[in-house]
């Protein structure tokens, strides 16, 4: 086994940040109250969570009264986009809207759309982003009709790190309410993978409901949040107790929203520090030095347009698989495809969604950074890629080669 283990598989999750868990541990067995309790050990729990709350709302520029607590990123945008179309065939007495997304979502917005489609409760755009990874605002202004309800479109892409024109696509959501409309357009963002690095100011922005999770950003497994703007009326999920205002019932878990809390307390920091700078410039250093010595790669995504934590490189002839499980017996982890899919081999709809053929997405890796990945770690992981993308070409090419003697 090896000794040291290289992490470089931040976009799937990140470690807990120890301070953030110092701050939760007393939640679980000292202070263990529920947050909804009368008494002084409910209340203790309560006051955590308003705080946790209060920590969020600064960041996103906007009222306590807009955060709702919730299991994950997962279960924000099914609340969001599942309760906006609920909430107009509700209004419309069972009138079906149009809604638009991108054809290269997370799966837990993309499947949202599809489930709607297939349940004939919604009328769906895919818009398919340019070859860089980016969607045009012009392609998603063709696809407006007068009985869209909803634009959802991620920050960032969780595969390529692509960012994508959100103040332009807010800004164009704004234009058209201007104008009459029989229900107003809604813009929802999955704001997961942009949390560590960019402004997700939703008044700056212009969205309406915008998904967060903690642990990509150094905090705790199973708690995100969803912005949901103060006029918007949207049933809940679920039904159960008066938890969050009646829209997200379901006993606070109140250690998971303290790390949410100081999570995001952290990345304001590491911010003001200019640590995302300082990440780029790593970013770029292991780019060039693959792009130089390693034959036959491609950058997937803009290269500028592109967070400062993301890699994600395709290497011709190779699988991305072994490259995955060679690295990983050198105590390097690094991402294929997104983590969620990546057991099931498919070709990753992000990749065929900028246009690569299915064969062209095979032998991808995706390199993403975390806030303690150091050059030297990069340097040792460079070592690793370049003698085992030379080995594991060399065996395809004999393997070939063998097949054309044959
Ligand atoms: N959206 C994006 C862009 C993601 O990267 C992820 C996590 N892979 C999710 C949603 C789901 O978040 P969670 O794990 O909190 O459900």
């Known amino acids: 086994m090896p000794k040291k283990i290289i992490y470089l598989d931040n976009a799937a999750t990140t470690p807990v940040d120890k301070k953030v868990l110092q701050k939760m541990l007393p939640y679980f067995s000292e202070k263990f109250g529920n947050a909804m309790s009368l008494h002084t050990m409910g209340e203790e729990a309560g006051d955590a969570v308003e705080e946790a709350r209060e920590n ?50 997370h799966h837990s917005v993309l499947d949202v759309f599809k489930s709607l489609e297939r349940d004939k409760k919604a009328e769906v755009s895919f818009v398919a982003p340019k070859a860089d990874g980016v969607i045009d605002v012009d392609d998603l202004k063709k696809e407006i009709k007068n009985n869209t309800i909803l634009i959802s479109i991620m920050y960032v892409n969780n595969e390529i790190g692509t960012i994508q024109p ?29 949390l560590n690095y960019f402004t997700c100011d939703v008044e700056y922005l212009g969205v309406d409901l915008m998904s967060l999770s903690a642990h990509k950003i150094y905090g705790p497994k199973g708690i995100g949040v969803l912005y949901k703007r103060k006029n918007l009326n949207i049933p809940p999920l679920m039904n159960g107790g008066g938890q969050e205002r009646n829209f997200r019932p379901g006993t606070h878990s109140v250690p998971q929203i303290v790390g949410f809390g100081e999570a995001i307390k952290l990345v304001k920091k590491r911010l003001e520090k200019g640590e995302d700078k300082k990440m780029k410039e790593k970013r770029d250093y292991l780019i060039e030095k693959i792009l130089k010595e390693i034959p036959d790669v491609y950058l997937n995504g803009s290269r500028e347009k592109r967070s400062p934590n993301n890699i994600h490189f395709r290497f011709d002839s190779v699988e991305g698989e072994s490259l995955l499980m060679k690295l990983d017996m050198e105590g390097i982890e690094v991402g294929t495809g997104s983590a969620c899919s990546s057991a099931s081999l498919q070709a990753s709809h992000v990749l065929l969604a900028l246009g690569l053929k299915q064969e062209q997405t095979h032998g991808s890796l995706r390199i993403t950074l975390g806030k303690d990945t150091c050059k030297k770690d990069l340097d040792y992981f460079f070592s690793k890629l370049k003698k085992i993308v030379t080995d594991l070409r060399k065996i395809s090419g004999n393997v070939l080669d063998e097949f054309k003697n044959k």
């Open 166 to 194: 959100i103040k332009e696509i807010g800004d164009l959501v704004k234009e058209v309410n201007k104008k009459q409309r029989k229900s107003p357009l809604i813009f929802h963002t999955d704001a997961v993978q942009a």
């Open 56 to 105: 969020i709302a600064k960041i996103l520029n906007c009222d306590v009264q807009e955060i709702f607590f919730t299991s994950g990123a997962t279960e924000s945008n099914n609340t969001a986009i599942k309760g906006v179309v609920k909430r107009y065939i509700q209004e419309f007495k069972g009138e079906i809207p149009h809604i638009i997304t991108s054809a290269f979502e």
